[in-house]
């Protein structure tokens, strides 16, 4: 897999829920449990994903505990409100962020890449439209939570406020400002 650089102990499956860049989230848990990357608590509780006894990812009971997280999340989430910062898209075209935004300036139109929901347009703050869930990072398992220095850092979870799915994964500084990627689509 990887078309980029991860440390080498790095879990392939990453933090969000099946918004991977490179693959199935689901047999990527299973295959960072088996490799030490991560625990089968981060694997069970972060990536939602749920191991049979043979080590293999049981499809079933990984559906039902994702939809679990999702409503969880949907439970606990805040609106953000992030002074000062816009979260938007300029450009011509439609492109997809892996699963979890789908952006279409013809459409006007950020939605979630999970369940078709439209958050706002594209010259409209997302942030006014996602929920925002705040954790210590180690709730993100080794790579991007527990390696991180503790205490100091956030993990900010943003998510679609329909269907409780990932939009956007960050760790920043507690009390930092977030900061978003956003080209030009084309
Ligand atoms: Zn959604």
Redesign the pocket.
């Known amino acids: 897999m990887a078309n980029f650089l991860m440390p080498k102990n790095a879990p392939v499956a990453d933090v969000t829920d099946g918004t991977h860049l490179s693959g199935d989230v689901t047999q990527l848990g299973a295959v960072d449990v088996a490799r030490g990357a991560v625990s089968k608590d981060v694997c069970e509780n972060v990536y939602g994903v749920v191991l049979a006894a043979n080590g293999s990812a049981d499809e079933k009971m990984t559906k039902s505990r994702r939809d679990q997280l999702r409503a969880s999340r949907k439970s606990t989430a805040k609106k953000p409100s992030i002074e000062g910062l816009k979260w938007s898209y300029k450009g011509n075209g439609r492109t997809q962020i892996a699963e979890a935004l789908t952006i279409d300036t013809g459409a006007k139109s950020v939605s ?1 890449g ?4 439209r958050h706002c347009g594209t010259e409209d703050n997302l942030l006014d439209h996602l929920g925002l869930i705040e954790t210590p990072p180690s709730a993100a398992g080794p790579v991007r939570g527990e390696a991180y220095e503790r205490g100091r850092f956030k993990l900010r979870q943003f998510i ?1 406020t ?4 990932l939009a956007e994964v960050q760790v920043n500084l507690a009390g930092a400002p977030a900061s978003f990627a956003m080209p030009d689509v084309r």
């Open positions: 979630c999970q369940c078709g929901h679609c329909n269907c409780g799915g």
